[in-house]
T-cell receptor, first 112, second 114 residues
Framework: GESVGLHLPTLSVQEGDNSIINCAYS??????FIWYKQESGKGPQFIID?????DKRQGQRVTVLLNKTVKHLSLQIAATQPGDSAVYFC???????????FGTGTRLLVSP | KAGVTQTPRYLIKTRGQQVTLSCSPI?????VSWYQQTPGQGLQFLFE???????NKGNFPGRFSGRQFSNSRSEMNVSTLELGDSALYLC?????????????FGQGTRLTVV
């Protein structure tokens, strides 16, 4: 599809496994950190966000962890399904600027 | 509730031409942002509009411009097209209620410059 690049890091997992996607961010002043999922031919879709004063937030089958000491963000997907196959982007948001700064993305491939 | 609509979906233009892309945000959303997505540079912020005013601009040349209308619909224009402008152009709308950071993206316009 047209949405993703050709040289993204790829994480391959089996259906039912837990997946962990990592991201390093650059701006300590960002207010929020957000994960987006992009399927082929579609625009990015919001998954979950975490405010900068938190270190963990859980959603449905997903958990985001924020480590501000090392500027690291991770997305954990429980019981990964084939429908989770997509490119995942982390993004930083400074609400004062309303500008998303995206990471490079990770391709998740889920095998049945 | 209708999502973000971008038109056209695909466009082929020749170097030197100009192009206008359109974005209709979700009803009630007043913030519209534009992003360029390429394999080499990833997703990069172009600009953001709120209530017809450009509030932020990314690091793109002046050939890239935009505007927002009173109904929140937005257009972006690229003049004097270059081969490197070939990309997927994405529009996102946000409610900016203070309760959510969620930006809703359209499917994008795939621009090919030949």
């Amino acid at each position: 599809g047209e949405s993703v690049g050709l040289h993204l890091p790829t994480l391959s997992v089996q259906e039912g496994d837990n997946s962990i996607i990592n991201c390093a961010y650059s701006n300590s002043a960002s207010d929020y950190f957000i994960w987006y999922k992009q399927e082929s031919g579609k625009g990015p879709q919001f998954i979950i966000d975490i405010r900068s004063n938190m270190d963990k937030r859980q959603g449905q089958r997903v958990t985001v962890l924020l480590n501000k000491t090392v500027k690291h963000l991770s997305l954990q997907i429980a019981a990964t399904q084939p429908g989770d196959s997509a490119v995942y982007f982390c993004a930083e948001l400074n609400t004062g600027f309303q500008k998303l700064v995206f990471g490079t993305g990770t391709r998740l491939l889920v095998s049945p | 509730k209708a999502g973000v609509t971008q038109t056209p979906r695909y466009l082929i233009k020749t170097r030197g031409q100009q192009v206008t892309l359109s974005c209709s945000p979700i009803s009630g959303h007043r913030s519209v942002s534009w992003y360029q997505q390429t394999p080499g540079q990833g997703l990069q912020f172009l600009f953001e509009y709120f209530s017809e005013t450009q509030r932020n601009k990314g690091n793109f040349p002046g050939r890239f411009s935009g505007r927002q209308f009173s109904n929140s619909r937005s257009e972006m224009n690229v003049s004097t097209l270059e081969l490197g402008d070939s990309a997927l152009y994405l529009c996102a709308s946000s409610a900016l209620t203070g309760k959510s950071t969620e930006a809703f993206f359209g499917q994008g316009t795939r621009l090919t410059v030949v």
